[in-house]
C-alpha cells in the first residue's frame, strides 16, 4: 500500500500531548485573542452560575463547563466577542458540610461561629485554586484570573447595590413558601441538593366532616364527610384545606348511616379495601354523582384541632388513579398545596413545625396539639391512633396492608393471632403474634408503650412476634426458633434496638449470633415464603 508520510505519531499520547497544547494556549494568550478578534462586535455573554467551592472537580462539573465551553466557541466562530468570567459560591451549607465532615459532627458542634467561618474561608480559597485548576486541564476558556468570588468584599457591595436597585423599583415583598428543609443541617435545600429514594410511608384514608350539607344532600339524615387519602399523617396537623379535581365525578358512598364522599370512578375500589359495601347515597331514586364544583368551598372540621375549620377547593393537580380523588392540603408543607391555598385567598399559612423537624408545643391550631414535641416521624402513629380513636380514621394502607392476607384461611395452620386479640385469648395456643401498622415507626423503630408492651408478653412465652407497618415491609424476631437457620429473608441491615427488635430491608442475610434466627419476606409477593419459614422454624 502506498500510505502517506506525515508527522502524526503512532499513538496519540494524550496525557503528555494535552497539557503541552494548553500551555501554549495560555502562553499565546489564545483566549485574549480570541476576545479581540470580535472586539467591538455584538456580546454574548454567558453567566457562569458558580460551583460551590466544597471540592475536586467531578463529571457534574466537567458536563457544565464543557457545554458552555462548547457554546462560547461556538458564538465566537459566528462573530461575538465572548467574555467569560467564571466564579464559584463560597457560601452556604455544602461547604459547611464538608468542613463537619473532615471535623466530625460533636468537634464541629463545639467549635464558636467565628471559628466555624474561618474554617469554612479557608475550605473555600483552597478548593477555588483546586477547581479552577481543573477546568484549565479540561481545555476551558475563561478568565481565570479574574473570577467573580462569592467571599470578596466587592461582591457582597454589588449584591447591596442590585438589591437596592430591585427594591426601589417595587420588585421585592416579603413572603412565604414552602421549602425543603434539611432539619440536620438547618438549612433550605435547592431542589438539586435533594436526593430522592424509595421508602416505605404510611398511607391512610382519613373522613372530614362537613360542617353543612352540599347541594342534594340537605335532607340526608346523618354525617357527610369528604374521605381524603394520604401517604403523609404528619401533615394533618397543619390542615388547611382539601382539593378535588375539576370537572370530576363524585359520588357519596351510604356507611353506618354516614355519606362518604368520593371520586366515582375510585368509590368502587375504596369501598373494597375498607371492607364496605359500595352503596351510593340514594337521591329522587338515583345514585347521588354530582361534579367537584358542588363542593367548591364547603366547610369541615378540622380533624386534629376542634373549632377549627378547613375549606374545599378545586385543583387540577389532584390525581384520579389512586386514592380516594380529594387530597388534603398543608400549604405550609407542599407547594401545589400553598399555591392552590394562595390562589382561594388562603394567606394565613400553617407552619406547626420547627427547624429540628419537630412539632411546636402548644394546645391551638398551628401548633402540635396532642403530638407537641414529637419529631415528624415519630409522630406519624400517634397521629393515626389519634384519629382511629376519633372514629376519623377509615383505613391504613388497605392496598398494600398484608395483615388480612396472613390472618386469612389460607394461613390458619400457623396459627397467627393479631395483637388486638391477645388481651381476650392470651398468648396460649398461639406461634406469631402480628402486631398491625401504627403501632412501629420503621424508621426510627419507635414503639408506642401498649404495643411494646403486647411484644414484649409474647417474647416472654417463646413466641414469634411479626410487625407490620404501613407498608410492604415485615419486621419479625423469631425467638422461638433457636438454633435453627431460616433461608426465607431478604433483608441487608440489621439494626438491634429496643430489646431486640430488628428493622430488615432488602437483600437475602441470616443472623443467627445471638441464639435469635431472624427471618423476614416482602409482602405481598412473598407472603407463603414468609409463613413456611415461619411453620419450618417452629417445626
Known amino acids: 500500500m502506498n500510505l502517506p508520510k506525515t508527522g502524526f505519531p503512532m499513538r496519540a499520547g494524550l496525557s503528555k500531548s494535552e497539557p503541552k497544547r494548553l500551555k501554549d494556549w495560555q502562553d499565546n494568550k489564545v483566549y485574549e485573542q480570541v476576545l479581540k478578534k470580535n472586539e467591538g462586535h455584538k456580546k454574548f455573554v454567558l453567566h457562569d452560575g458558580p460551583p460551590y467551592a466544597n471540592g475536586p ?34 457560601h452556604g451549607q455544602p461547604i459547611e458540610h464538608k468542613v463537619e465532615t473532615i471535623l466530625g459532627t460533636e468537634k464541629f458542634n463545639q467549635l464558636p461561629t467565628e ?44 449584591d447591596v447595590e442590585i438589591f437596592k436597585a430591585i427594591f426601589d423599583r417595587g420588585a421585592i415583598y416579603r413572603g412565604r413558601k414552602p421549602v425543603h428543609w434539611c432539619s440536620h ?20 384514608f382519613v373522613r372530614f366532616e362537613m360542617t353543612s350539607k352540599p347541594a342534594g344532600l340537605e335532607n340526608f339524615d346523618g354525617p357527610v364527610d369528604f374521605i381524603i387519602w394520604t401517604t403523609t399523617p404528619w401533615t394533618i396537623p397543619s390542615d388547611q384545606a382539601v382539593s378535588l379535581k375539576p370537572g370530576a365525578a363524585y359520588v357519596a358512598v351510604e356507611h353506618d348511616g354516614r355519606a362518604e364522599v368520593m371520586l366515582e370512578d375510585l368509590a368502587p375500589k375504596c369501598c373494597e379495601e375498607f371492607g364496605w359495601e359500595y352503596t351510593p347515597v340514594m337521591v329522587d331514586g338515583k345514585p347521588y354523582v354530582v361534579p ?153 423503630l419507635r414503639i408506642n408503650p401498649e404495643a411494646h408492651r403486647i411484644m414484649r408478653e409474647f417474647m416472654e412465652a417463646k413466641k414469634v412476634v411479626a410487625c407490620i407497618c404501613h407498608g410492604p415491609w415485615l419486621l419479625v424476631n423469631a425467638g422461638v426458633a433457636k438454633g435453627k437457620t431460616v433461608t426465607s429473608c431478604e ?21 443467627d449470633s445471638d441464639g435469635q434466627t431472624l427471618i423476614t419476606s416482602r409482602c405481598p409477593d412473598d407472603l407463603p415464603a414468609f409463613c413456611a419459614a415461619i411453620e419450618a422454624a417452629l417445626a
Request: one cysteine or more.
Open 185 to 204: 443541617c438547618h438549612t433550605a435545600l435547592a431542589e438539586a441538593e435533594i436526593e430522592y429514594s424509595d421508602e416505605t410511608s404510611p398511607s391512610i
Open 292 to 444: 367537584a364544583e358542588t363542593f367548591h368551598h364547603i366547610h369541615y372540621k378540622q380533624p386534629i384541632f376542634d373549632g377549627v375549620e378547613g375549606v374545599a377547593l378545586l385543583a387540577d393537580y389532584v390525581g384520579v388513579d389512586d386514592g380516594t380523588g380529594i387530597v388534603h392540603n398543608s400549604p405550609g408543607h407542599g407547594v401545589d398545596d400553598y399555591f392552590a391555598c394562595l390562589k382561594e385567598g388562603i394567606t394565613d399559612i400553617c407552619m406547626p413545625v420547627d427547624d429540628d423537624g419537630k412539632f411546636y408545643t402548644g394546645e391551638e391550631f398551628g401548633t402540635g396539639g396532642p403530638f407537641s414535641g414529637m419529631d415528624t416521624d415519630e409522630a406519624n402513629p400517634h397521629i393515626i391512633e389519634f384519629l382511629r380513636e376519633r372514629g376519623a380514621e377509615v383505613d391504613i394502607a388497605a392496598a398494600q396492608n398484608p395483615i388480612d392476607c396472613v390472618t386469612g384461611d389460607r394461613y390458619d395452620s400457623q396459627q397467627i393471632v393479631p395483637d388486638k386479640m391477645l388481651a381476650e385469648t392470651g398468648a396460649e395456643g398461639y406461634d406469631v403474634l402480628i402486631v398491625p401498622g401504627g403501632t412501629v415507626n420503621m424508621d426510627r
Open 491 to 511: 433483608f441487608n441491615r440489621i439494626d438491634m434496638e429496643n430489646g431486640g427488635f430488628v428493622w430488615v430491608d432488602e437483600e437475602a442475610h441470616v443472623d
Open 57 to 90: 472537580i467531578h463529571i457534574g462539573h466537567a458536563m457544565n463547563k464543557i457545554s458552555k465551553d462548547i457554546i462560547n466557541r461556538y458564538k465566537s466562530m459566528q462573530g461575538f466577542q465572548t467574555p467569560y468570567v467564571p466564579g464559584w459560591d463560597c
Open 115 to 158: 471559628k466555624v467561618r474561618e474554617l469554612c474561608r479557608k475550605m473555600a480559597v483552597e478548593q477555588v485554586d483546586t477547581q479552577r485548576q481543573g477546568f484549565k486541564r479540561l481545555g476551558v476558556l475563561a478568565e481565570w484570573d479574574n473570577p467573580y468570588l462569592t467571599y470578596v468584599n466587592d461582591y457582597d457591595a454589588t
